[in-house]
């Protein structure tokens, strides 16, 4: 699986070559990210160069299409925000206490950072502690929605991969509804692209 990293992010693309095309073309499917279409004759190291070249569209595209699974990213310490999880919005109740913590109790979300933290370092550390929730829940979650094997991957820019015994899906989706996560389970089995 061909990979590209930008700033510690993974982009997954796919790569398809063909006799018949003479120019390399990005694609960014809804379902699968990057599909790559390029001439059979053409060096992998131009394709990849290519490729680095376009990676922050890639990534800007990727992201914009799917500007719900990363508002988690821009969670900040202002009042009134909430976190989705199984495609409900929780209440995030933002307290001073003595140390760094993020927990999840009677429907809502808890964090709790030292009254004398710089803002930006307390910001920084909400959006860390609520993405390691999330991805913690992903793990435990996604194999309960499907008789299939199902487990979690890192963000890389596509919603999941259909492998030979299981299914891969990102663990952004957990932020979604139940349904709309089997629906994509679905799309992955079936293969489909959107």
């Known amino acids: 699986m061909p990979e590209l990293t930008i700033e510690d992010r993974k982009i997954h693309y796919d790569l398809h070559t063909k006799p018949t095309i003479y120019y390399v073309k ?12 390029a001439p059979e004759k053409r060096k992998p190291e131009l394709i990849e160069a290519f490729l680095q ?15 719900e699974l990363y508002y988690v990213d821009r969670l900040s310490l202002e009042k009134g925000q909430k976190i989705n999880y199984l495609g ?5 109740i933002l307290e001073e206490g003595n140390e760094f913590n993020f927990s999840f109790s009677k429907g809502k979300f808890l964090f709790t950072y030292p009254e004398d933290e710089k803002e930006n370092q307390a910001n920084e550390q909400l959006i860390t502690l609520a993405k390691e929730w999330l991805r913690e829940k992903s793990e435990k979650k996604f194999s309960d929605l499907h008789s299939r094997t199902i487990s979690s991957e890192e963000d890389a820019a596509r919603l999941g991969e259909k492998g030979e015994d299981e299914i891969v899906l990102n663990w952004r989706l957990i932020q979604q509804p139940k349904e709309s996560i089997q629906d994509k389970i679905q799309k992955l089995i079936e293969e489909e692209t959107c």
């Open 26 to 37: 990005i694609y960014m499917d809804e379902l699968n990210g990057a599909q790559v279409t």
């Open 53 to 67: 070249k376009k990676a922050a569209w890639m990534r800007e595209t990727w992201e914009s299409h799917h500007t």
């Open 88 to 92: 409900r919005a929780y209440q995030l």
